[in-house]
């Protein structure tokens, strides 16, 4: 099994907890509590879509974890054929159980070649011993009978905080590693604080990538590496409740009655590096009065643009810009989500021979994404786009100053990345307010299901192979599940105004049912003779009909063979 998503993921991060058996994708690994379903994580897009979050899962409850990894789409569905992780809970425990438990790590900076590599590319890395990354989990548990021993019940409370923890607290992550013609050396990116300019001639014809010199306000050639690394999680920021009953009331063999609810609350912070102008804006005004002469020569004059067009519009320079908006402070996708889980049902024995259980499962989660501390592309333009008022000789946006803009200067600085109180001088506080942006989306999704499964031993109907000492067994049934979900993004999201987006993030709200009849056999071919522990032979047959695709078959022939109680062989189709 591998972790999907976890609490060392910023750069990604969706916020939940998963698991991908076989690294097929969690998306297409199974997760139960008792053997019936979840509900999905959250509804974002990505790979880890609708994928169960394991921050749901009772810890002072667990009694084991059952996994499937063959023949698991043919037993429940074609949303698990990587396979089945089935966390089974002690819902018939008596008495009380918890923990209180506190950790941190204690970690020693002293990896020799981390440091060489750092201190050669110039980087600050961090060194000698140091005790941070804490973190506190507590939880209890009560279970008792109740009416003379024919009902039972059980509740649970558990809580999680964890401490933030970045990568620029070790020296072994301090850097991203690449390599090297020597060996490993410190990477990074190219998008900086002082800038990578690329001005491209009138003819297209590129002019070589520069940089803000010593001097602060001229070009000179080549770029420097932006260390990006110290400002990423490696532990996010995480706090977590957990709250949940199990309860049971026997009236006879034949009638017991049993219920589920859940409850989840988490919130985390994923942060990653400034952000910045990802060559999301690709031109410079000839007429910007941030440019010094030589700027503006290197640029304009020697890029062959004429000093104004024949029909009086500006005159516009192609140029690459690539600049780290380390002024500002790390980009941070704030995610949050509450889960339901509500469960209902009814079991019992209908003979000897025969068993019957019916539940009903409704499964929900809201989930919200804010992501803090990215630049608009749109306002990011507006305060490049600077030319001078001819009235008062201040510099202005071109688009005017009605939405608050004002010039953000990058071809002035001084390399402390600190700000300025003067435009004319550098980056001031109001362009790094104008230019950043929030984005915001929530979502929800639904699981409801609908099942009745019966169960059957026939060794009493004498039905069974005489090398076994068990009979044929068998597990039939139907089940109807529905599936919703919606995501509402803000406008940001939805028309992609974040220099560290991807793409579009469009409004989405859909849903689908599938109704499902299956049947299982498990037939002891030979048991407890010497080299047969147990031979058995496992077949099964589903068939669903979804409401967007229709009718599927899902069917299995599986011979797993045990020749001590310690090995079991499996094979299948």
Known sequence: AFAGQNSTIANGASGIATISLRDLGP????????GRRMAPGDPWQGSYSFAPDLNAIPAPLIKRVDVLTGGASTAYGSDAVAGVVNFVMDTQFEGVRGGLQYAFYNHDNNNQLAQDIN????????????????SINANIALGSKFADGKGHA?????????????????????????DGADGPECGGSSTSPMGRFRPFTIDGVSQGDHTIGPDGHSFVPGFPIFNYGPFNHIQRPDEKFNAGAFANYEINRHFDVYMEVMYMNNYTDAQIAPSGNFNVYTRINCDNPMLSEQQYDLVCVQGGYPESN??????????????RNLEGIGRTNQLGHNNIRMLAGLRGDINDEWSYDFYWLRAMNNSNDSYVNDLS??????????????????????SGSGDGCVPWNIFRNDGTGMVVDDYRLGVTQEAI????????????????VFNLTFKTDWENYGIAIPSASEGLQAAMGLEYREEWMAN?????YQTADAAGFGGETPQVEGAYNVKEAFIELLVPIVQDA????????????RYSDYSTSGGASTYKAQLSWAPTQSWRLRGGY
Not at 377 to 398: M, S
């Open 433 to 448: 307010d104008y230019i950043s942006t929030v984005a915001v989306q929530y979502g929800n999704t639904v699981t409801q």
């Open 154 to 178: 059980a509740v649970y409370l558990d809580y999680r905080k964890l401490d933030a923890l970045t990568k620029g607290a070790r020296d072994y992550v301090n850097c991203s590693v690449t």
């Open 488 to 492: 509402h993004p803000d406008n940001t």
């Open 377 to 398: 592309i749109q306002r990011v333009g507006n305060a490049l786009d600077v030319i001078e008022d001819p009235d008062t000789g201040e510099w202005v946006c071109r």
């Open 530 to 541: 010497k080299g047969f522990q147990d031979l058995s032979l496992e077949l099964g047959y």
């Open 119 to 134: 201190e050669e590319a110039g980087f600050d890395v961090p060194s000698g011993m140091t005790n941070d990354g804490d």
């Open 310 to 323: 024949p029909d009086g519009s500006p005159v516009y320079a192609d140029s690459w810009i690539l600049r």
């Open 27 to 34: 998306q297409r690994t199974l997760v139960l509590i008792n």
